[in-house]
């Protein structure tokens, strides 16, 4: 099973940027999809972001226009930059993929983002 690991998290301003990171030990072309969603404390998993095996991104309302989901094919890895965060950015971001060969949904361990007022 697939393992993705989340890295770039921490505490940042409010109108301020992140970048996040998910690294995989696959190809990118192993997955349908690669994406984030986030949970913030009290609240349910919601998505944000995805990007498609063929490029093709997709993003939350909230985020949309402040948010980027990219991805690197040469390092097995796909970024979310986040710039003009407030304060109900704060949560622990999830990285999840599906794997094109069994369909199986597979989630890091989360980073945690913190924007401060």
């Known amino acids: 099973q697939v393992q993705p690991v989340e890295s770039g998290g921490g505490l940042v301003q409010a109108g301020g940027s992140l970048r996040l990171s998910c690294a995989v030990s696959?190809?990118?072309?192993?997955?349908?999809?690669m994406g984030w969603y986030r949970q913030a404390p009290g609240k349910q998993r919601e998505y944000v972001a995805r990007?498609?095996?063929?490029?093709?991104?997709n993003y939350a309302d909230s985020v949309k226009g402040r948010f980027t989901i990219s991805r690197d094919i040469a390092k097995n890895t796909v970024s979310l930059q986040m710039n003009s965060l407030n304060t109900e950015d704060t949560a622990v971001y999830y990285c999840?993929?599906?794997?094109?060969?069994?369909?199986?949904?597979?989630w890091g361990q989360g980073t945690q983002v913190t924007v401060a007022s």
């Open positions: 696959e190809s990118l072309f192993s997955f349908n999809f």
């Open positions: 999840n993929v599906q794997s094109r060969r069994t369909g199986q949904i597979s």
């Open positions: 990007i498609l095996s063929d490029g093709m991104t």
